[in-house]
């Protein structure tokens, strides 16, 4: 969707339109579908997780000034909050899932660390289960859901180069990790 026609459905949406908001939930419900999933145990959990957020959004919508951020990043920032406050209100530790369930590992996130093609998914899942969350959570919304750095930091209540800085940091970390595996193991 054009960043115009975007614009529009969400001004349409803060005026009390449902069916632009329908717009807007089709254009990003699967991508934060798949970033919530990577951060919860359960499709059921995440399905919830993704209701929970669009309820948020649709309520807070009037709210939402495109000169403070981008919608993307505003979004992301309201599905980051529920999952936080699921775990909060259910007393428990945020326990990342691995990212990349039932996906291949994006193309970006190759090309970014000029990992070979034949790594598998289930080796770059294993190793991005190691690195710390704030890293790991930097990649998820760079790389899983294609997040700017500038979306990306606003999703974080980050600057940008903090969230440069961590991404740095964390393929740095993902390619040492890369290259303690005998080549054999990695395909």
Same mark, same amino acid.
Request: charged share 30%; aromatic share 6%; proline share 0%.
């Given at each position: 969707m054009e960043k115009d026609e975007l614009s529009n459905h969400i001004k349409k949406a803060q005026s009390g339109s449902t069916e632009s908001f329908g717009v807007i939930y089709d254009q990003f419900s699967q991508p934060l579908y798949r970033f919530i999933r990577a951060k919860t145990s359960g499709n059921q959990q995440a399905e919830d997780l993704l209701q929970e957020t669009f309820i948020k959004a649709w309520k807070g919508l009037p709210l939402f000034n495109p000169d403070a951020g981008s919608f993307s990043g505003w979004l992301y920032k309201i599905a980051l909050n529920a999952i936080t406050d699921h775990y909060r209100k259910n007393s428990r530790i945020i326990q990342t899932v691995e990212i990349f369930d039932n996906l291949d590992a994006p193309a970006s996130l190759n090309s970014e660390q000029d990992l070979d093609k034949n790594l598998s +998914?289930?080796?770059? &899942?294993?190793?991005? +289960?190691?690195l710390p969350?704030?890293? &790991?959570?930097?990649?998820e919304l760079r790389f899983l859901s294609d997040l700017s750095i500038k979306e990306t930091a606003q999703a974080l209540n980050k600057s940008s180069l903090s969230v440069r800085m961590a991404q740095h940091r964390a393929l740095k970390k993902l390619q040492t990790l890369i290259k303690q595996y005998p080549e054999h193991e990695l395909r």
């Open positions: +998914s289930e080796k770059l &899942r294993q190793m991005l +289960s190691q969350d704030n890293y &790991r959570t930097v990649l």
